[in-house]
Nanobody, 129 residues
Framework: QVQLVESGGGSVVPGGRLKLSCVAP????????MGWFRQAPGKEREGVAA?????????YADFVKDRFTISQDNTKSAAVDLQMNDLKPEDSAMYYC?????????????????????WGEGIQVTVST
């Protein structure tokens, strides 16, 4: 059973930055779609970004383009980072890492929750003055 462990959340002021990391300890993914989702109180969970492991293609929601960057951590075989810059109060949410192990990524499927078969427990990001 693959497990995903998230780290790096916390509280920052508007305009600040955070880096989230997600790792599957002890696992190696030769092919997977790994993504980040978020859910704010009272709102639906939404896709933030995803990366096609091994290929390097990346996908972003419009509301984070040019602010967030997803990348594969090349020091670990099953790990991704989400660099979040210029954070806004509306970015406050619980952030979840997800993996579709053995699957590809695409411009439509990457934001579909049902595409992913493994989820982390989530990590809180709060942006406030």
């Amino acid at each position: 059973q693959v497990q995903l462990v998230e780290s790096g959340g916390g509280s920052v002021v508007p305009g600040g930055r955070l880096k989230l990391s997600c790792v599957a300890p002890g696992d190696t993914f030769t092919s997977a779609c790994m993504g980040w989702f978020r859910q704010a109180p009272g709102k639906e969970r939404e896709g933030v970004a995803a990366i096609y492991i091994g290929i390097g293609l990346t996908y972003y929601a419009d509301f984070v383009k040019d602010r967030f960057t997803i990348s594969q951590d090349n020091t670990k075989s099953a790990a991704v980072d989400l660099q979040m810059n210029d954070l806004k109060p509306e970015d406050s949410a619980m952030y979840y890492c997800a993996a579709a192990v053995g699957s590809s990524c695409g411009p439509t499927v990457w934001k579909m929750e049902q595409w992913y078969n493994t989820w982390g427990e989530g990590i809180q990001v709060t942006v406030s003055t």
